[in-house]
């Protein structure tokens, strides 16, 4: 075993994480296809798709402490005799044994994507309770009704509805995905900060990590879009 074949295992470790959040967005995406047909009611479904990606939370988790003990053993093998890296492997197995271990089900809950999924399906139900019943609703979360203003369904950027809105958690405004994420790559390449695009805001360095794909709003674009082809 070589160094440089193990860092390979990692790059492609890591990006399998790519796909395990993306797998992650589907599920939460179907469950709010099952609240929308059939709000709450089938909660055995709703909790099978929580076990799944309680589940992707794990591997995730799994590859992030491999990850680790990975870049901790190859540090410490480097420092000593070539002989060392016979034991690599056993090393990181041990290491990786010992941080899985720390690893509680309150911390797989933690995973953002996680909570995203609860999050989804808990403002889902309460939104379609309201359309269901308008004048019974209890207050609704600030950016739902936000979001039931159509004109919130463009993106500042292209200047056309949003397929994958995502909502910068500092300043709640929405990007599209594909636009927002070039944006901030473009202007990192070029060492500048990219300001938020929305008129008005004061934030003026927005980060990828402050962007959070929204399922909600994206269905709500969606059953927009259908709508109005009826019409
Ligand atoms: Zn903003």
Redesign the pocket.
Known sequence: MSLSSVQSTVSTLKSCQTDIGACMDMISDVALGIVEAQGMDNSSALKKLEDMILECSRLDREINCFVESVDEMTAQVRQEPPEAMVHLRDSVKGRFTELMSGVSDTDLQRHSKVVAFKDSVRKYAMQAGQTADENEGEELDEDIAVTQSQTNFICPLTQVEMVNPMK?KI?N?YYDQGAVLEMIKVKHKNKKTFR?P?VG?D?TDVQQSDLELDLVMKRMIQNHKRQSKKT
């Open positions: 910068n300043c405004h938020c929305k805001c934030n």
